[in-house]
């Protein structure tokens, strides 16, 4: 059973760093591209960052280019969202997903196209 587990959130100030795991179980992760995103309450979930199935393209939200840094490690099933100078708009529920992409490189932003999601993590930027 495809499963994925976010952990790394919490609470950090202005200008802070956090650095956000994706562990994957259940299926096999190379095959698939994966996707961050995020969801503020009382706004749309939105796409942050997405990695494709071999880690040789990445796709950034304008919002965080030059902030966030998305990497993969296939042998560690594990995909890592690197976050530095957070700012309070920032804030919200992170979640993964995985998008079956065997093969291709591909990394979309859009919710729709992904599968399976995690249970999500929250960061909270203070100011």
């Known amino acids: 059973q495809l499963q994925l587990v976010e952990s790394g959130g919490g609470l950090v100030q202005l200008g802070g760093s956090l650095r956000l795991s994706c562990a994957a179980s259940g299926f096999t992760l190379d095959e698939y591209a994966i996707g961050w995103f995020r969801q503020a309450p009382g706004k749309e979930r939105e796409g942050v960052s997405s990695?494709?199935?071999?880690?040789?393209?990445?796709n950034y939200a304008d919002s965080v280019k030059g902030r966030f840094t998305i990497s993969r490690d296939n042998a560690k099933t594990t995909v890592y969202l690197q976050m530095n100078s957070l700012k309070p708009e920032d804030t919200g529920v992170y979640y993964c997903?995985?998008?079956?992409?065997?093969?291709?490189?591909?990394?979309?932003?859009?919710?729709?196209?992904?599968?399976?999601w995690g249970q999500g993590t929250q960061v909270t930027v203070s100011s």
């Open positions: 990695i494709s199935s071999s880690g040789g393209t990445t």
């Open positions: 997903a995985a998008g079956w992409t065997p093969g291709l490189e591909y990394a979309g932003l859009s919710p729709g196209e992904y599968d399976a």
